[in-house]
C-alpha cells in the first residue's frame, strides 16, 4: 500500500487518498497555524512515504533531509499556490515532483482581498469608524483619497503601482480599472501582450516606487525576490504613499518597513503576510497603530471559496498525489524540469494496489 505523508492536512485530501487505497500519516501542522512538527519528526514520518502533501507549513519546510527520507518519494503536492516551504532545486536534483494549486478561489480571493486593503487605507474607513464610535464627528484629518481622474476639472488620479503582473496583479488590475486611475506594473518576466491585454503601463522598478501612490506586491518567494523590498526601496517611494503585500512575508524586510512607518518615509502599510507566521508578539509592526493594517495570512479565506479558498486546492493535491502514483505526470507541475527523470524512476510504475490507472 502507497504511503502518503500529509505534512499539513486540509479540507478532504486525507479522505480522498484514503478512498484512493492509501496508507495516510498525518503531520500537525495545518490551515489555522503553519506551526507543525520539526525536521526530525518530519523525516520518521516521511520515511518510506511514496508522497507528501499538505497546505503551507512554516515550522519545519520541505528540506533536502525530509526529502530524502525516502528512496520511493514520488511528488510533494501542496493544496495552495506558493511552494516557497518546500526546496525546490533538491526536489528537482532527485527528480521529485512538486505541484501547487492555482486555483481560482485562492487567487481570486487575494486579489480582491487587496482591493479590500487598499480602499480601507485610501478611504480612512478604519479611523473614520474609531473616531466616531469614541464620541467625534467629522475631522479634516480623515479626509480620504480620490482615486480615479476627473475630466471634469482635470484632477489626475493616483497611480496604482503592481509589482508581479500574474494571476493575482492581473486581476487586482482588472478590478481597479473601472476607478479610472492610472496602473503601471513591473514584472521582467512576463510577454507584453500581458501589459496590453490588462491595460497596464510596463516600467521599470525605480520608476514604479517612484510614481506610485501605492505599490501593491504580487511575487513569488525565491532567491531573487526575498527582501525585494528594503529601507532602499522605502526610500524611493512618495512620503504619502501606501504600501501592500499579500504575497510573501519573506519579500518584505519588515525591519525596514516598520522603519519606514515610524519615520514617516511612506504614509501606511498592508500587510496579510510575514517573515515568520504567526508575527511574533513583539513585531514593531504591532505597535504602528494606523500606520498600518494588519492581517492574519487569511486575506484568500472567504465564504464560498472554502476555508482560507482552498475548497478545491486539496481536491487538486489529492488528485496529483494519485495519478503520481499511478505512474502519471499529474497537471500543474511546479518544477517541469524534474520531469525527464522522474519518467525515468516512476513513469509507467503503478504504486497503487489494484489501481486501474488514471484517476478522474
Known amino acids: 500500500m502507497a504511503k502518503v505523508f500529509v505534512f499539513a492536512p486540509?479540507?478532504?485530501?486525507?479522505?480522498?487518498?484514503?478512498?484512493?487505497?492509501?496508507?495516510?500519516?498525518?503531520?500537525k501542522a495545518g490551515w489555522h497555524t503553519p506551526?507543525?512538527?520539526?525536521?526530525?519528526?518530519?523525516?520518521?514520518?516521511?520515511?518510506?512515504?511514496?508522497?507528501?502533501?499538505?497546505?503551507?507549513?512554516?515550522?519545519?519546510?520541505?528540506?533536502?533531509?525530509?526529502?530524502?527520507?525516502?528512496?520511493?518519494?514520488?511528488?510533494?503536492?501542496?493544496?495552495?499556490?506558493?511552494?516557497?516551504?518546500?526546496?525546490v532545486e533538491a526536489a528537482t536534483e532527485l527528480g521529485i515532483l512538486v505541484t501547487h494549486a492555482p486555483?481560482?478561489?485562492?487567487?481570486?480571493?487575494?486579489?480582491?482581498?487587496?482591493?479590500?486593503?487598499?480602499?480601507a487605507l485610501l478611504k480612512r474607513v478604519r479611523e473614520r469608524d474609531a473616531h466616531i464610535k469614541a464620541g467625534g464627528w467629522r475631522?479634516?484629518?480623515?479626509?480620504?483619497?480620490?482615486?480615479?481622474?476627473?475630466?471634469?476639472d482635470g484632477y489626475p488620479g493616483i497611480t496604482l503601482g503592481i509589482i508581479g503582473l500574474g494571476r493575482i496583479g492581473g486581476r487586482v488590475s482588472q478590478l481597479?480599472?473601472?476607478?479610472?486611475?492610472?496602473?503601471?506594473?513591473?514584472?521582467?518576466?512576463?510577454?507584453?501582450?500581458r501589459f496590453l491585454?490588462?491595460?497596464?503601463?510596463?516600467?521599470?522598478?525605480?520608476?514604479?516606487?517612484?510614481?506610485?501612490?501605492?505599490?501593491?506586491?504580487?511575487?513569488?518567494?525565491?532567491?531573487?525576490?526575498?527582501?525585494?523590498?528594503g529601507a532602499e526601496q522605502f526610500g524611493q517611494m512618495k512620503p504619502t504613499a501606501i504600501f501592500v503585500n499579500t504575497s510573501r512575508g519573506g519579500a518584505v524586510d519588515e525591519a525596514a518597513l516598520?522603519?519606514?512607518?515610524?519615520?514617516?518615509?511612506?504614509?501606511?502599510?498592508?500587510?496579510?503576510?510575514?517573515?515568520?507566521?504567526?508575527?511574533?508578539?513583539?513585531?514593531?509592526?504591532?505597535?504602528?497603530?494606523?500606520?498600518?493594517?494588519?492581517?492574519?495570512?487569511?486575506?484568500?479565506?472567504?465564504r464560498g471559496?472554502?476555508?482560507?479558498?482552498?475548497?478545491?486546492?486539496s481536491v487538486w493535491a489529492a488528485e496529483s498525489v494519485l495519478h503520481a502514483l499511478a505512474g502519471e505526470v499529474p497537471d500543474h507541475v511546479f518544477n517541469t524540469d524534474a520531469i525527464p527523470l522522474w519518467l525515468e524512476r516512476f513513469g509507467g510504475r503503478n504504486a497503487l494496489e489494484g489501481a486501474p490507472g488514471r484517476r478522474q
Request: with cysteine; net charge negative.
Open 10 to 27: 486540509t479540507g478532504d485530501t486525507a479522505s480522498l487518498l484514503e478512498g484512493g487505497g492509501c496508507q495516510v500519516v498525518l503531520g
Open 35 to 87: 506551526q507543525g512538527n520539526n525536521e526530525p519528526e518530519m523525516i520518521a514520518m516521511a520515511a518510506e512515504a511514496d508522497a507528501l502533501t499538505g497546505t503551507s507549513i512554516r515550522s519545519s519546510p520541505i528540506s533536502r533531509n525530509i526529502l530524502v527520507a525516502s528512496r520511493n518519494l514520488r511528488i510533494v503536492a501542496k493544496s495552495t499556490v506558493g511552494v516557497d516551504d518546500i526546496d
Open 103 to 119: 486555483t481560482e478561489s485562492n487567487w481570486g480571493a487575494v486579489a480582491e482581498g487587496t482591493v479590500a486593503i487598499i480602499l
Open 139 to 152: 475631522d479634516e484629518s480623515l479626509q480620504g483619497t480620490y482615486l480615479g481622474r476627473r475630466l471634469s
Open 176 to 193: 481597479f480599472r473601472p476607478w479610472n486611475m492610472r496602473v503601471i506594473a513591473f514584472d521582467p518576466y512576463i510577454p507584453d501582450y
Open 197 to 229: 491585454e490588462f491595460g497596464v503601463e510596463p516600467v521599470d522598478l525605480e520608476t514604479l516606487l517612484r510614481e506610485s501612490d501605492v505599490v501593491s506586491m504580487h511575487v513569488v518567494l525565491n532567491k531573487e525576490t526575498r527582501h525585494m523590498m
Open 258 to 302: 516598520a522603519q519606514a512607518l515610524e519615520n514617516g518615509t511612506i504614509r501606511a502599510a498592508g500587510i496579510d503576510v510575514f517573515e515568520d507566521e504567526p508575527i511574533a508578539r513583539d513585531s514593531p509592526l504591532r505597535r504602528l497603530g494606523d500606520k498600518v493594517m494588519l492581517s492574519p495570512h487569511m486575506i484568500s479565506a472567504n
Open 305 to 313: 471559496g472554502g476555508l482560507g479558498g482552498l475548497g478545491h486546492g
